[in-house]
């Protein structure tokens, strides 16, 4: 079973960078889409962004133009850039493959997840 591994959170304060990656553990047939959700307190999970296998991003509109999602194939691994980060960017953020294994059955991974929090 393909598993991801989270990393790149902590502490950060207001306007400031941090950069998020996802491994996965091994490769799959296909990754048809990668994401990023995030959790806040006492709030529901939420869509960040995602990515096709394509290249193809999509994002929430509170994030737009500060965070940049991106994948590299070779590696089997997935970033997310943030910038400009703001309070309310604090959650436990998860990454998400969609995809198909060598069994060629569909597959749905989470990972553990990793904390942001921004504060001064």
């Known amino acids: 079973q393909v598993q991801l591994v989270e990393s790149g959170g902590g502490l950060v304060q207001p306007g400031g960078s941090l950069r998020l990656s996802c491994a996965a553990s091994r490769r799959v047939f296909r990754i048809d889409t990668m994401g990023w959700y995030r959790q806040a307190p006492r709030k529901e999970r939420e869509l960040v962004a995602t990515i096709t296998s394509g290249g193809s991003a999509d994002y929430a509109d509170s994030v737009k133009s500060r965070f940049t999602i991106s994948r590299d194939n070779v590696k089997n691994t997935m970033y997310l850039e943030m910038n400009a980060m703001k309070p309310e960017d604090t959650a436990v953020y998860y990454c998400?493959?969609?995809?198909?294994?060598?069994?060629?059955?569909?597959?749905?991974?989470w990972g553990q997840g990793t904390l942001v929090t921004v504060s001064s």
């Open positions: 998400n493959l969609v995809g198909v294994d060598f069994g060629y059955r569909s597959l749905e991974v």
